[in-house]
């Protein structure tokens, strides 16, 4: 069965270094997600894609993180510098496109993030 | 106010027993509902997806969607703690997925 594939799966930092985080989406999919999700909520948007262009990253704090898709596979979250509150499991997901609304998402297995 | 509500729990029964996990939304522009199941420290794994009003059944879950309440259950029958896991309502418009916080769930032996 096809996966989102993700690494690290770990990632431990200090605050001001630079981290960056892959994700290779089911092959075929169109639409790329990622998400933060901080210990005890749910999964929150931080960028879409559809192919290499982006949808949305109105939640995507743009002084310090920065997204790309080049060839619309796979993709590369940055933070740059890292603060503590970046602590938080960072999610890719993807998506085929029926029409204009999207089919189901799955989740890759997440990057956890420790910033110290 | 939230779009996607979810009682964080956390949630505890004793193996055997019937769980209910619900959600509330408030867009009515929601056109379909997930439910995703999330162990600890792992990404979340699709359960269910339903388009309409109505339930949608799948061994011992059981999905339900009233739209005209903006409601969203989650049934478990015969808990097993294996089933011990964060399970996480989301809703969709055209390419938007909506989360909830999850409910913790713990099945007791």
């Known amino acids: 069965e096809a996966e989102v594939a993700q690494s690290p799966r770990y990632k431990i930092t200090e605050k001001s270094q630079a981290v960056a985080f892959w994700c290779d989406p089911i092959?075929?999919?169109?639409?790329l997600y990622w998400y933060r999700q901080i210990l005890g909520q749910g999964p929150e948007l931080l960028v879409q894609?559809?192919?290499?262009?982006?949808?949305?990253d109105s939640q995507l704090p743009k002084d310090r993180f920065s997204a790309e898709r080049l060839k619309g596979v796979d993709s590369t979250l940055k933070i740059q510098p890292a603060e503590l509150g970046d602590s938080a499991m960072y999610l890719c997901?993807?998506?085929?496109?029926?029409?204009?609304?999207?089919?189901?998402?799955?989740f890759g297995p997440g990057t956890r993030l420790l910033v110290l | 106010q939230k779009e996607v509500e979810q009682d964080p729990g956390p949630l505890s029964v004793p193996e055997g027993a019937i769980v209910s996990l619900n959600c509330t939304y408030s867009n009515s522009a929601f056109q379909y509902f997930m439910w995703y199941r999330q162990y600890s420290r792992k990404g979340p794994e699709l359960l269910m997806y339903t388009y309409s009003s109505g339930n949608k059944e799948d061994g011992r879950f059981t999905a339900q969607v009233d739209k005209s309440s903006k409601y969203i259950s989650l049934f478990i029958r015969d808990s097993q703690p294996s089933d011990s896991a964060t399970y996480l309502c989301a809703a969709v418009y055209g390419q938007n997925f909506v989360f909830g916080p999850g409910t913790r769930l713990s099945v007791l032996p």
């Open positions: 894609f559809q192919d290499e262009s982006v949808v949305d």
């Open positions: 997901a993807s998506s085929s496109l029926g029409g204009q609304v999207a089919e189901t998402q799955y």
């Open positions: 092959s075929g999919h169109a639409t």
